[in-house]
Nanobody
């Protein structure tokens, strides 16, 4: 069993930055691939970014490339999402999730464990 707890969300003006954290517990963190997803009101949950267990491999949705950066600290069992140049359309609940395999890394159905989510609101 894996427990994931996100933090760091909040209200920020367009152009601002936030850093989300996701603290994991329950099993060897470096064995898990970690992903960030988001869900805006009235929309489906969508893939944002993911990182391999070692941190050497990452994947980003096109709409966040160059603005968001995923990283992880395996000693602290934490994955981070640095969000810069935020836009109002980035407003959503952001979730972190864990899975064992890189295959289908962008598919939310392939993730077994999920955090409770943290709200990010970007004002114009």
């Amino acid at each position: 069993q894996v427990q994931l707890v996100e933090s760091g969300g909040g209200l920020v003006q367009a152009g601002g930055s936030l850093r989300l954290s996701c603290a994991a517990s329950g099993r060897t963190f470096s064995d898990d691939r970690m992903g960030w997803f988001r869900q805006a009101p009235g929309k489906e949950r969508e893939f944002v970014t993911a990182i391999s267990g070692s941190g050497k491999r990452t994947d980003y949705a096109d709409f966040v490339k160059g603005r968001f950066t995923i990283s992880r600290d395996n000693a602290e069992n934490t994955v981070y999402l640095q969000m810069n140049s935020l836009k109002p359309e980035d407003t959503a609940v952001y979730y972190c999730a864990a899975k064992r395999l890189w295959d289908t890394i962008r598919s939310d159905y392939s993730y077994v464990y999920w955090g409770q989510g943290t709200q990010v609101t970007v004002s114009s």
